[in-house]
């Protein structure tokens, strides 16, 4: 899939908009940021605050790339909504808007009230009608590599497949493929990015549940090796980013939607401590720097 579109959009995608048609975009050298959305399930809605805060300061976003959680949120500000038009219907959300419970092998639920789920929140279902360039990742169970979606056609289903976490949802068929969530094979999709044009990259990674003993259903373990698993393989994709946000959610839970607000109060707090470093570079919008990734440190 390739030939991503690129539309002037309005509020917080005007400025974007104005970078493109400036030409900066096309002389060499010029700052193009990527921003990369990791997976986290309920914990994702973190990534809401991270938006208010780009959105308030004028950040010109060249693309987004999403897994899982991060996906749904990609998408929605890609389509053209705001970080109050996401929040309104994350306030509301609950498990029971993207899952069906049902007897399968392969899961314990299934993802298709997702489709309406998603028809409320985004204002576009097409990449090739999004207001600034897209990029889903999902995993082929059956190669064990990374899929990426963008460029054109439908958005939905992507989505559904990257947020297909085994043993819960129900893997998703595509032409020759079993497709589960993006998180499997990528935790945070910064090396997507430079696919699409960016040459800086802001990650925003959810941290893993550290410290949390009360492992009590199936779910709840499952969840806490993966997360063991993906941290050691943390290094694929901080490489490829210039600065990690990391809300301090931690100590939240994987189905945390009565938190909301939490979340997204928690995404605010650590995106303001990442501000200042990326203004620097906005400011500047001279050459990305050296890709030599940190994490700002927040605290709760």
Not at 187 to 208: K, M, R
Not at 214 to 226: A, E, I, K, P, Q
Not at 291 to 298: K, M, N, Q, S, Y
């Amino acid at each position: 899939m390739n030939g991503v579109v690129v539309k002037p959009a309005p509020r917080w995608w005007r400025k974007t908009g104005e970078w493109i048609r400036s030409g900066l975009v096309a002389r060499p050298g010029s700052l193009r940021i990527g921003l990369a959305l990791g997976g986290g399930f309920a914990r994702g809605i973190a990534h809401i605050g991270v938006l208010r805060v780009l959105e308030r300061n004028n950040i010109p976003i060249s693309a987004i790339a999403g897994v899982s959680s991060g996906a749904i949120v990609a998408a929605a500000a890609c389509s053209g909504a705001t970080a109050d038009d996401i929040e309104k219907i994350a306030l509301s959300m609950k498990f029971r808007d993207v899952a069906r419970w049902t007897l399968n092998l392969q899961g314990l639920a299934g993802s298709d009230r997702m489709i309406s789920f998603l028809s409320r929140l985004l204002k576009a279902t097409r990449f090739e009608d999004m207001k600034t360039p897209l990029a889903i990742v999902a995993t082929d169970l059956v190669r064990g590599k990374s899929v990426t979606f963008h460029g054109k056609g439908d958005v939905v289903f992507p989505i559904r497949a990257s947020c297909a976490y085994p043993g819960l949802f129900l893997p998703l068929r595509h032409q020759d493929r079993l497709l589960v969530d993006g998180f499997v094979s990528m935790e945070v999709p910064a090396a997507v990015l430079p696919q699409l044009g960016a040459n800086y990259v802001i990650s925003v990674a959810i941290p893993n549940n550290d410290g949390i003993e009360d492992y009590g259903n199936m779910f709840s373990v499952v969840s806490r090796c993966f997360q063991v698993m993906s941290a050691r393989n943390e290094h694929a994709w901080r490489r490829f980013s210039n600065v990690v946000i990391a809300p301090p959610v931690a100590n939240m839970t994987w189905d945390s939607f009565a938190s909301a607000k939490r979340l997204i109060d928690l995404g605010e707090k650590a995106a303001r401590a990442a501000l200042p470093q990326i203004l620097a570079v906005v400011r500047a919008r001279g050459p990305a720097p050296e890709r030599d990734a940190e994490t700002v440190p927040v605290t709760a």
